[in-house]
């Protein structure tokens, strides 16, 4: 995942594609979505979605640094969906209509895409235009 924050994507394929690194994450973005304003502990986070609490971490660390979602501190932690704006709430809206209407090909395009590893070192490399310039 990016560690900046989403850029507004008009299409939720291209959104995908970008900033998705997996199955289970796509699938817990539209779970906090879907639940929003529930937070969610990682136990219950790893129990809905059939993965391992390490990689329900993994998972929660990308969703965050994508701000997508946010942390609740307490005992335990808890993570929510975090509504920053009208336009995250409508690429959401289409996110989760998309995976609904087309899984498989959601699905079939997040599994193509290499391992998280090669892709955090090639976005490494990658030139980005700064806004001050």
């Not at 979605?49 to 979602?69: F, M």
């Amino acid at each position: 995942m990016s560690d900046q924050s989403a850029k507004y994507v008009v299409d939720p394929y291209e959104f995908i594609h970008e900033y998705i690194d997996s199955v289970p994450h796509l699938e817990a973005m539209i779970l906090f979505w879907n639940s929003r304003p529930v937070g969610w502990t990682c136990d219950e986070l790893s129990s809905r979605l059939y993965i391992p609490s390490e990689q329900v971490n993994g998972v929660i660390r990308d969703l965050v640094r994508l701000q997508v979602i946010q942390e609740h501190p307490g005992t335990p932690e808890k993570f929510s969906y975090f509504p920053r704006s009208d336009e995250q709430n409508n690429l959401m809206r289409s996110i989760d209509d998309a995976y609904r209407r087309d899984l498989v090909r959601i699905s079939t395009m997040l599994h193509s895409k290499a391992s998280s590893p090669v892709r955090e070192f090639a976005r490494a490399f990658r030139f980005r235009k700064d806004k001050d310039q």
